[in-house]
């Protein structure tokens, strides 16, 4: 439950960064998704058109970053913080518009959250019905891995983004379009992100909050660079981290005399410490971050 937010998120930095586009903007792109998925889901009572939305929401702000890194060369790095900036600033703004000045949305009804599929099939609390009975979000976040491996591997569209993000020059003279493919892998990934926020407010969690994210979006960029770039290795990673999130759960509400504080630091110690030990020894796209241009010789 706890993975799968991070799973669509890492899944769009995956797409984004096989193209050659660093997207840091990830979290606040994440973070708009959260907004808009909890708002939608309040007043319309659907939470599938509540999923949908948050992916559009985001994909505009990934639209923005586009933008900026692709058509106009600037700088990936400043154009994600930018974002980072902006997505939890008109996310705040929008929510005091929508509920009376509050920076928080409405709790969303039980009835109205993302359902479980596989709900009544086992014994109620039992380890069958513990591990298996989850939202619908974190089986759509398993069939988005298998759909992105097989887009990147196994077809013509793949292979021209993985070409993009190694060798674009090289892709241009054969006639791909480097700024269409990069334009699209860029705003997809903005959808997955908003998937991610979207899951984390309507399954999760019943609302959104200005902490709600706090650092997910760079767990998730941390997650693809220990799975490698790679779907299945991304995949593997927020595993890792979503059991590291679910640990500080579990042990909040044990006898255990640990400070809340200390608890709350496990997932992002782990980051650091993953980072520390295997970014090292992987290396992106040979073109990521570095912006195209056509007509240069």
């Not at 840091?24 to 792109?29: N, V």
């Not at 759960?249 to 809340?260: E, P, R």
Request: one cysteine or more; hydrophobic letters at 55%; glycine letters at 12%.
């Amino acid at each position: 439950m706890y993975a799968a937010p991070l799973m669509y998120t890492a899944l769009g930095g995956v797409i984004s960064e096989n193209s050659g586009v660093v997207n840091i903007g990830l979290e606040g792109m994440m973070t708009m998704g959260a907004f808009i998925g909890a708002t939608v889901c309040y007043y319309s009572h659907s939470p599938w058109l509540a999923f949908i939305a948050a992916g559009l929401s985001a994909g505009v702000l990934a639209l923005l970053h586009a933008i900026a890194s692709v058509t106009f060369g600037a700088d990936q790095i400043i154009s994600g913080t930018a974002i980072n900036f902006l997505g939890p600033g008109l996310a705040l703004f929008l929510s005091r518009i929508f509920f009376n000045g509050a920076t928080m949305t409405l709790t969303i009804k039980l009835e109205d959250k993302m359902p479980r599929p596989l709900n009544g099939i086992f014994s109620p609390g039992s380890f069958m019905d513990l591990v298996f009975n989850q939202y619908a979000t974190v089986y759509m976040a398993f069939i988005l891995v298998f759909v992105l491996w097989f887009i990147l591997y196994k077809t013509r569209l793949g292979l021209r983004i993985r070409a993009v993000g190694e060798h674009p020059r090289a892709a241009d003279t054969l006639g791909v379009d480097v700024f269409k493919i990069r334009y699209i892998s860029v705003i997809l990934s903005g959808i997955f992100a908003g998937f991610g926020g979207a899951a984390m407010s309507i399954a999760v969690v019943s609302n959104f909050r200005a902490t709600l994210i706090s650092g997910q979006g760079f767990i998730a960029l941390a997650a693809m660079i220990f799975g490698k770039w790679k779907p299945q290795g991304s995949m593997w990673a927020c595993l890792l981290f979503g059991m590291a999130q679910g640990l500080v759960v579990y042990l909040g509400g044990t006898k255990l005399q640990i400070s809340s504080q200390l608890l709350a630091m496990i997932p992002y110690v782990l980051t650091i410490i993953v980072l520390m030990g295997f970014v090292g020894k992987s290396s992106g796209p040979a073109a990521d971050g570095v912006p195209y241009e056509k007509n240069q010789g």
